[in-house]
T-cell receptor, first 112, second 114 residues
Framework: SQTIHQWPATLVQPVGSPLSLECTVE??????LYWYRQAAGRGLQLLFY??????ISSEVPQNLSASRPQDRQFILSSKKLLLSDSGFYLC???????????FGPGTRLTVL | DAKTTQPPSMDCAEGRAANLPCNHS???????VYWYRQIHSQGPQYIIH???NNETNEMASLIITEDRKSSTLILPHATLRDTAVYYC???????????????FGKGTKLSVIP
């Protein structure tokens, strides 16, 4: 069966520090991958999606970037974190032949 | 993009059926209705989806009206573990091939009461 992993689970970072969040998927190949952010008390916001290695599409201009160095690995990065980057970051995957997205456990990021 | 409207909160007695409504009056003919739920501090969990016909799986049933302007998610025997925020979502196609966006609103906070 397919499994999606995210780490770390929680992270506290100072303003201006770099960020790297990792997401990996097991048990499937060539998934579509997504990064979402959920701010406190708000809905999910799609940040990036990827349909293949090295292919990244950005939905919202921001202080973040994404990369997909391997088929089942998706990385979210920032060079300098802002206070507004705090939130719950979720990675999701979808097999191209289905319409359903499956979410990982999430990373709770607090920028101080 | 089709918007959805859900009540902000609902209560349900344990063991009873939970019926969660959703309005999506501007849905277009090829858009699916999806339901997810999110238990506190966890990632959203897929429940069910449908286009026109009613759907049922091991978790829930989805009833879509004939005009597709509204739907109801039914949890037949709610348990305490079903306490969560339930999101009704209409699928939106992203630009570019091979992907699409799920637009999550504020959902309905379902509280299952012992």
């Amino acid at each position: 069966s397919q499994t999606i992993h995210q780490w770390p689970a929680t992270l506290v970072q100072p303003v201006g520090s770099p960020l790297s969040l990792e997401c990996t998927v097991e048990g499937t190949s060539n998934p579509n991958l997504y990064w979402y952010r959920q701010a406190a008390g708000r809905g999910l916001q799609l940040l990036f999606y990827s349909v293949g290695i090295g292919q990244i599409s950005s939905e919202v201009p921001q202080n973040l970037s994404a990369s997909r160095p391997q088929d089942r690995q998706f990385i979210l990065s920032s060079k300098k974190l802002l206070l507004s980057d705090s939130g719950f970051y979720l990675c999701a995957w979808r097999v191209a032949s289905t319409d359903t997205q499956y979410f990982g456990p999430g990373t709770r990021l607090t920028v101080l | 993009d089709a918007k959805t409207t859900q009540p902000p909160s609902m209560d349900c007695a344990e063991g009873r059926a939970a019926n969660l409504p959703c309005n999506h009056s501007t849905i277009s003919g090829n858009e699916y209705v999806y339901w997810y739920r999110q238990i506190h501090s966890q990632g959203p969990q897929y429940i069910i989806h449908g286009l026109k016909n009613n759907e049922t799986n091991e978790m829930a049933s989805l009833i879509i009206t004939e005009d597709r302007k509204s739907s109801t998610l039914i949890l037949p025997h709610a348990t305490l573990r079903d306490t969560a925020v339930y999101y009704c979502i209409v699928r939106v196609a992203l630009s570019g091939a091979g992907s699409y966006q799920l637009t999550f609103g504020k959902g309905t906070k379902l509280s299952v009461i012992p």
